[in-house]
């Protein structure tokens, strides 16, 4: 059985080794994230040559997401590591401290925090363990008073509650990660922190300019971000719902429901989105998942998200391929009882002004209203499988297409699986018996099924799928 939800694994030392990569790939990953807060642009490249060696060993397409790491919005370093802080204590967040922080103070990264901050701001830190709320704003001194206390230790995330710090979104480090994005030919590339479409804006324009193609990816992880979330989208390709930040910021029991707003509002957008954080925490150190994650990651399956995303569980668990596998049967399982295979009353009374968006949705209706066995959309660009993988046809959809980007761009695509096909035909009936005779050598389908095939009467050109065809495998070959 096809997987219709992809697989996202962040990379690390746990996942480095090509012999390692290649278990991952066997095990179900779609994707792998490389998250540029680590290793230098010579490590990245490196990377991405091993995942695509790996891929090419293992005969499946991998595509390549980089994960920019945006401001660093945290405490430097200690004396001895960490501190204890107890409940009550006075503890300064020190702007001009250069040196190490010690159980008074401690210096920042972020140098604008006593600008953004102001008495009775509350701050959170290392992910909202602990909590602090502003006494003073002094010059560059920002004086707090524990709420929560607990370990704090060195380089630990800040976030202000309900939002508010107006770090930009792209710091100079990712300005000169997005040429290495570039130059590695990254699929994905996500911008940490936006708050406006302009920022993806501004994120698009330093791509293009660098000579990349990646799509781009807004990680939806600040209060700002959910009142600016349609502008957001509509200037991205993708989102990431990346519950970590975005949790400490609007509290934790907002977050379900605006996972499932975000994942309704990509796919109405025909954009794409992968839901993140903490999916299979407990696979760090622990051979199976807990009964609270499994019901994690068959929700947001249910929800209708593209991918579901690992983090720590492959990057340093002890477990990377456990966990994958884990993952892979859960995806499986939950799309089994998500039977509904219909075409929405909205997307029927929808209009278009694109004639391939419109081959798409045809081909989708008629896969949901006669047995199929697969939609077959021979692409270029991957544009008619992306507006089909936007509704589940209950069927696989086979994306064949002659150029390497689409092919690891689709990974992502939920239901669509990419397959390399370079065919010599000049005219369309003889580019179907073809994709017809590669399906069938794959063992994907066999004589007599019937597949909806998608295609364009220019053969061969991006943009130009025109045509819809119900076929029956071997009639083609009959005549």
Same mark, same amino acid.
């Given at each position: 059985?096809?997987?219709?939800?992809?697989?996202?694994?962040?990379?690390?030392?746990?996942?480095?080794?090509?012999?390692?990569?290649?278990?991952?790939?066997?095990?179900?990953?779609?994707?792998?994230?490389?998250?540029?807060?680590?290793?230098? %642009?010579?490590?990245?490249?490196?990377?991405?040559? /091993?995942?695509?060696?790996?891929?090419?060993?293992?005969?499946?397409?991998?595509?390549?997401?980089?994960?920019?790491?945006?401001?660093?919005?945290?405490?430097?370093?200690?004396?001895?590591?960490?501190?204890?802080?107890?409940?009550?204590?006075?503890?300064?967040?020190?702007?001009?401290?250069? @040196?190490?922080?010690?159980?008074?103070?401690?210096?920042?990264?972020?140098?604008?925090?006593?600008?953004?901050? !102001?008495? @009775?701001?509350?701050?959170?830190?290392?992910?909202?363990?602990?909590?602090?709320?502003?006494?003073?704003? !002094?010059?560059?001194?920002?004086?707090? !008073?524990?709420?929560?206390?607990?370990?704090?230790?060195?380089?630990?995330?800040?976030?202000?509650?309900?939002?508010?710090?107006?770090?930009? %979104?792209?710091?100079?480090?990712?300005?000169?990660?997005?040429?290495?994005?570039?130059?590695?030919?990254?699929?994905? *590339?996500?911008?940490?922190?936006? $708050?406006?479409?302009?920022?993806? $804006?501004?994120?698009?324009?330093?791509?293009?300019?660098?000579?990349? #193609?990646?799509?781009?990816?807004?990680?939806? =992880? $600040?209060?700002?971000?959910?009142?600016? *979330?349609?502008?957001?989208?509509?200037?991205?390709?993708?989102?990431?719902? %990346?519950?970590?930040?975005?949790?400490?910021?609007?509290?934790?029991?907002?977050?379900?429901?605006?996972? #499932? +707003?975000?994942?309704?509002?990509?796919?109405?957008?025909? +954009?794409?989105?992968?839901?993140?954080?903490?999916?299979?925490?407990?696979?760090?150190?622990?051979?199976?998942?807990?009964?609270? =994650?499994?019901?994690?990651?068959? /929700?947001?399956?249910?929800?209708?998200?593209?991918?579901?995303?690992?983090?720590?569980?492959?990057?340093?668990?002890?477990?990377?391929?456990?966990?994958?596998?884990?993952?892979?049967?859960?995806?499986?399982?939950?799309?089994?009882?998500?039977?509904?295979?219909?075409?929405? +009353?909205?997307?029927?009374?929808?209009?278009?002004?694109?004639?391939?968006?419109?081959?798409?949705?045809?081909?989708?209706?008629?896969?949901?209203?006669?047995?199929? !066995?697969?939609?077959?959309?021979?692409?270029?660009?991957?544009?008619?499988?992306?507006?089909?993988?936007?509704?589940?046809?209950?069927?696989?959809?086979? %994306?064949?297409?002659?150029?390497?980007?689409?092919?690891?761009?689709?990974?992502?695509?939920?239901?669509?699986?990419?397959?390399?096909?370079?065919?010599?035909?000049?005219?369309?009936?003889?580019?179907?018996?073809?994709? =017809?005779?590669? *399906?069938?050598?794959?063992?994907?389908?066999?004589?007599?099924?019937?597949?909806?095939?998608?295609? @364009?009467?220019?053969?061969?050109?991006?943009?130009?799928?025109?045509?819809?065809?119900?076929? +029956?495998? @071997?009639?083609?070959?009959?005549?």
């Amino acid at each position: 059985m096809l997987r219709r939800t992809k697989i996202v694994a962040t990379l690390g030392p746990a996942s480095s080794d090509r012999k390692v990569l290649e278990k991952m790939i066997r095990a179900g990953v779609d994707l792998v994230r490389m998250n540029f807060s680590h290793g230098s %642009a010579q490590d990245h490249q490196k990377r991405a040559e /091993n995942v695509r060696a790996a891929a090419a060993a293992v005969g499946r397409t991998v595509g390549i997401l980089a994960d920019l790491q945006g401001p660093k919005i945290r405490v430097r370093k200690f004396e001895n590591d960490k501190i204890i802080l107890n409940d009550g204590d006075t503890f300064i967040l020190d702007a001009a401290m250069e @040196g190490l922080g010690n159980q008074e103070r401690v210096g920042l990264d972020y140098k604008d925090l006593p600008k953004d901050v !102001k008495k @009775g701001s509350v701050l959170l830190l290392n992910d909202g363990m602990l909590e602090f709320i502003v006494s003073e704003v !002094k010059g560059l001194q920002v004086i707090c !008073k524990v709420v929560r206390g607990g370990v704090l230790s060195n380089n630990k995330g800040i976030n202000r509650k309900g939002g508010g710090l107006t770090a930009p %979104a792209l710091t100079d480090k990712d300005k000169e990660d997005i040429k290495t994005a570039a130059l590695i030919k990254a699929d994905y *590339l996500a911008v940490s922190f936006p $708050r406006s479409g302009d920022d993806m $804006r501004l994120a698009r324009e330093l791509m293009h300019a660098a000579g990349g #193609k990646s799509m781009l990816m807004a990680k939806i =992880e $600040r209060a700002e971000a959910i009142p600016a *979330l349609a502008g957001i989208i509509d200037a991205s390709d993708a989102i990431m719902v %990346a519950r970590g930040d975005l949790s400490v910021e609007v509290g934790d029991a907002a977050v379900p429901g605006l996972q #499932k +707003r975000m994942i309704n509002m990509a796919r109405m957008k025909n +954009r794409l989105v992968i839901t993140a954080t903490q999916m299979m925490e407990s696979m760090i150190t622990n051979p199976i998942p807990t009964r609270a =994650e499994v019901s994690d990651v068959a /929700n947001a399956v249910l929800d209708g998200t593209d991918a579901v995303m690992l983090s720590a569980e492959t990057a340093v668990g002890d477990y990377p391929i456990e966990t994958i596998e884990a993952m892979a049967r859960i995806c499986l399982k939950a799309e089994a009882v998500d039977e509904d295979h219909t075409i929405s +009353r909205r997307s029927v009374s929808q209009k278009f002004t694109r004639i391939d968006q419109t081959i798409a949705m045809s081909a989708l209706f008629a896969a949901s209203h006669i047995k199929v !066995k697969a939609i077959v959309a021979l692409t270029q660009s991957g544009s008619t499988a992306l507006w089909m993988s936007r509704m589940n046809a209950g069927v696989p959809i086979f %994306a064949l297409t002659p150029v390497p980007e689409t092919l690891t761009k689709v990974t992502l695509f939920s239901g669509v699986h990419p397959i390399a096909f370079q065919s010599e035909a000049k005219v369309q009936s003889e580019e179907m018996l073809s994709a =017809e005779a590669e *399906l069938v050598e794959r063992g994907l389908v066999k004589e007599g099924d019937l597949v909806v095939i998608t295609v @364009g009467e220019a053969v061969g050109k991006a943009g130009h799928t025109n045509t819809m065809k119900i076929v +029956r495998i @071997g009639d083609y070959s009959k005549h």
